[in-house]
């Protein structure tokens, strides 16, 4: 079981940066996907970025490669997404995902915890 809480959203220029996190109370040791995920209005969930606990080994959407970086500070059991470069295209509200053990990443099928959202608005 993991309940997951994000902070961090706001509304930044293009070309601004923002840093998400989510706090992860977490009450297995099994090592699991942790992942960033989007979805504006009118589209599906999309995977953004993603952290395997058991190895740190770190994933990302082509669309955000080189601009986003996801980190996990495990003293805190937090996770974070640095975001550089934002372009209009970013705004959507994004959820923190965890507790998937296999297949790919960025399904957010058999994700089994998810935060309740942070919303990000990048202006041109």
């Known amino acids: 079981q993991v309940h997951l809480v994000e902070s961090g959203g706001g509304s930044v220029q293009a070309g601004g940066s923002l840093t998400l996190s989510c706090a992860a109370s977490i009450y297995t040791y099994r090592a699991m996907y942790m992942a960033w995920f989007r979805q504006a209005p009118g589209n599906g969930r999309e995977g953004v970025a993603c952290?395997?606990?058991?190895?740190?080994?770190?994933y990302y959407a082509d669309s955000v490669k080189g601009r986003f970086t996801i980190s996990r500070d495990i003293a805190k059991s937090t996770v974070y997404l640095q975001m550089n470069s934002l372009k209009p295209e970013d705004t959507a509200m994004y959820y923190c995902?965890?507790?998937?053990?296999?297949?790919?990443?960025?399904?957010?099928?058999?994700?089994?915890?998810w935060g309740q959202g942070t919303q990000v608005t990048v202006s041109s």
């Open positions: 995902a965890a507790g998937k053990y296999g297949g790919t990443w960025y399904s957010a099928v058999d994700y089994k915890s």
């Open positions: 952290i395997y606990t058991g190895d740190e080994v770190t």
